[in-house]
């Protein structure tokens, strides 16, 4: 995997727009200076979370004493599962919505974009070639970057996009990440293989 298609992966996992009416939701409440302040914390978590898991991962992986395939397989039935509640949306979103007082780490930063389907796709990067982690890195700041511009700006996507567009933007992402998954799957399945 090039770093660009590592890239798209890891914006697609993100979900930016797919969350958009999450964060919105969750953020209605505060006043509106207060917002962007919440909303650019809760991003630097979120990278720092997900940096923690790709520079970690192949000690996680050894400490759990899981293979590389196992954690390929697994992150592509993850990802399955995503891309499905993106193309058929549930009340709550592809992760549920949490309403309330001041957001600090959960739901935004954690599991909204530095969710359990990221963090497994990050290990796996990690674990399928640790010679490249400058590669990783790259493409998970400029995933993160993106997915970062998308929400600081949610209104005016919402207003460009409309309900309509974003549900469609969303299932859109859903099935390339099908694609995606399925990929990541055969992999894992075609490595085991290859070992037996």
Do not use: C
Not at 17 to 34: A, C, D, T, W, Y
Not at 61 to 68: I, K
Not at 133 to 151: C, E, P, Q
């Amino acid at each position: 995997m090039d770093i660009w298609s590592a890239a798209v992966m890891l914006f697609l996992i993100m979900d930016p727009l797919g969350n958009l009416p999450v964060f919105m939701s969750v953020l209605k409440s505060i006043e509106p200076k207060r917002r962007r302040i919440i909303l650019a914390r809760e991003l630097v978590f979120s990278l720092l979370i997900m940096g923690l898991f790709l520079f970690s991962g192949q000690q996680i992986l050894d400490f759990l004493n899981v293979r590389q395939e196992s954690v390929s397989i697994a992150g592509g039935i993850i990802l399955f599962l995503i891309a499905l509640r993106m193309i058929f949306p549930q009340p709550g979103g592809v992760i549920g919505t949490a309403v309330g007082e001041e957001p600090f780490l959960v739901p935004l930063a954690v599991p909204m974009i530095a969710g359990p389907s990221i963090l497994a796709a990050l290990i796996l990067l990690a674990n399928q070639d640790p010679s490249r982690m400058t590669d990783w890195s790259i493409a998970l700041f400029a995933a993160w970057l993106v997915s970062a511009a998308i929400l600081m700006f949610s209104n005016l996507f919402h207003r460009l996009l409309g309900e309509k567009g974003l549900t469609a933007m969303e299932r859109l992402m859903g099935m390339i990440l099908v694609m995606i998954s399925i990929q990541m799957l055969l992999d894992g399945v075609a490595t085991y293989l290859g070992h037996k």
